[in-house]
């Protein structure tokens, strides 16, 4: 079944660690994308990536890094100069050619201990 | 400042009975529209896009409309189940990316 892995599910950071959120897509989508969700907010871009070895920044960028080295991969890390980490990551991916809906992971919930 | 708002942030309603999810936005042009449900701890999963130059797209139980005037989108489930009740956001795309609502959680009690 085609469809997109995030893991892990749950991580815990403690202050002034990086980590990072494996994303996995076998959907053959050229776009894929990070964002972020809190309580009461809508789902907030952090980066994209419409082609390999390519990627921008979105609204809050500040604090995380990506890469985009494989078609099926958009692993994003969470440095420690992201000040407020703690929330639930959903990373998502789409086909290039048209507005099409989003296929999303099932998340990844990071708190910091 | 460009905004999108969704009514508010619950809705509870009757088994049976439709559902109406409004979308309102401020400040964007989009081109196209799109709402998604997204059940506790999981991600969205989508449902409909609308473009501007639709008024109206059915599937199934679902029916959304788009006001490109008034700015507006609703979203409506007929025949409302229990099964039904999530967490629906809308999404607008002004230009590459889409742009999310912060949701609207609907209850359908039985």
């Known amino acids: 079944d085609g469809g997109i892995t995030q893991s892990p599910k749950y991580l815990f950071r403690k202050e002034g660690q990086n980590v990072t959120l494996s994303c996995e897509q076998n959907?053959?989508?050229?776009?894929m994308y990070w964002y972020r969700q809190d309580p009461g907010q809508g789902l907030r871009l952090i980066y994209y990536s419409q082609i390999v070895n390519d990627f921008q920044k979105g609204d809050i960028a500040e604090g995380y890094s990506v890469s985009r080295e494989k078609k099926e991969s958009f692993p994003l890390t969470v440095t420690s100069a992201q000040k407020n980490p703690t929330a639930f990551y959903l990373c998502?991916?789409?086909?290039?050619?048209?507005?099409?809906?989003?296929?999303f992971g099932s998340g990844t919930r990071l708190t910091v201990v | 400042s460009q905004k999108i708002e969704q009514n508010s942030e619950a809705l509870n309603i009757q088994e049976g009975k439709t559902a109406t999810l409004t979308c309102n936005y401020t400040n964007y042009s989009p081109a196209y529209l799109q709402w998604y449900r997204q059940d506790p701890g999981r991600g969205p999963v989508f449902l409909l896009l609308i473009r501007e130059n639709e008024k109206e797209k059915r599937k199934e139980r679902l029916k959304v409309t788009f006001d490109t005037t008034l700015k507006q989108s609703l979203f409506h489930i007929t025949a409302s189940q229990p099964a039904d009740s999530a967490t629906y956001l809308c999404?607008?795309?002004?230009?590459?990316?889409?742009?999310f609502g912060p949701g609207t959680r609907l209850s359908v009690l039985p």
């Open positions: 998502a991916s789409t086909s290039k050619q048209g507005h099409y809906g989003y296929t």
């Open positions: 959907l053959n989508h050229d776009a």
């Open positions: 999404a607008l795309a002004p230009g590459q990316n889409f742009v």
